[in-house]
């Protein structure tokens, strides 16, 4: 469930600038076009309250970086990236977040591509931080393309400073379609035209995301948007079910950092005492460190290698003999069940992925055939989780080329 880790762009971190004098280019933004200025209202969902420029690239830059990244992906353009900040609602009150806006350098985008990040503890590696990994990847991929890219950090990262709604789907409903609205009156203001036809995709965290977002687009049609098509990577989709027992048997290093986040965001948006979840010393812990201005080496520095260790009896019960429990149930409500998409929707996993147990990709397809779903499970290869990613994302990229040919902005 951890955010894009792409090795290889983390030891590019030393070589970029050397880079960049080599090719003569720069990744500031001194060349973007200036939006206005803007006044956000509170009480306007999707109403812009800054947008600020925060990088530009170079179609060769941009390939190159995606190169070594081992992403070898066509790049058509450059692109120039912002953070748009906008409001929105989470547990019924106005909240301001964030979101990266990737705008490729030239003629009209051939769809908008809402991507969805994986996990992350620090608000600075948000997504809408430009200079992270995976804004890079994701904005080189699409936006490279062509595609208007949008990536919402969601509550919790980028501006807001509240708990994370990790796994939460009403506020990442609201904060994404609030950041669609926001993104169409940017690109206007911008002098761009709106492509409605809507390409989701996400990565672990962001695969649960893409489908609850598919889902929610085909349940609510809107003349502003349509669904083409969605994909999800090693995306933990079948929570109760899957996703937390396979977690709590701590096949990941990151297992306790995933659990007790998801712990934390369930306590605060259910109105729940963290220690009816987690045993002291550890609610204490996670609710003193998981508030966004920690790195992930101090957090994991003090979770147990053990994430049994952290959980109170009563929800070990609930997991192994199926004892009533109000966590349980909330994360069955926040699973994707019952799903018929409509539009076509693929689950991409790993063979040797850790993180998410490729039983969840296959389990959501096996559930939605019977009902007539446009979906299928697509197998990577003998991969981790970053290395499902790396795999993946290509080859979405590959297929959106596809389905975009045949669709035409209005």
Known sequence: MRDLNFEVLRALRRTVGLL?????????????????????????????????????????????????????VPVANGIDLYRVSYWSITDGKPVLVSGLMSVPGRGAPRGTVLWMHGTQDNRGDSISNARSEEAVAASGVFAGGGYLLLAPDLFGLGVSKGRQAYYFNPSTIDVTLDFLRAAKTVTRDLGRPWNPNIYVAGFSQGGHSAAVLQQELERRPSPEWRIRAGAGIAGAYKLADISIPFALNGHSPQDSDYLATAALSYATYYHRPLDEVLVQPYAGIVARLFDGDHTLEEISKAMPSNPRAMFAPAILAAFDVNAPSWFVDALRQNEIGGWAPRSPFRAYYGEKDVDVSPADARTLVAESKPLGGNIEAISVGPYDHSGTALRAAPLIRQWFDELSGRASPR
Do not use: F, I, N, T
């Open 20 to 72: 960049a004098v080599a090719l003569g280019l720069s990744a500031c933004a001194s060349g973007q076009a200036a939006p206005p200025v803007y006044h956000g209202d509170p009480g306007v969902r999707g109403s812009v309250a800054a947008v600020e420029p925060v990088g530009a690239y170079s179609a060769l830059r941009m390939w190159v970086l995606l190169l070594q990244a081992k992403a070898s």
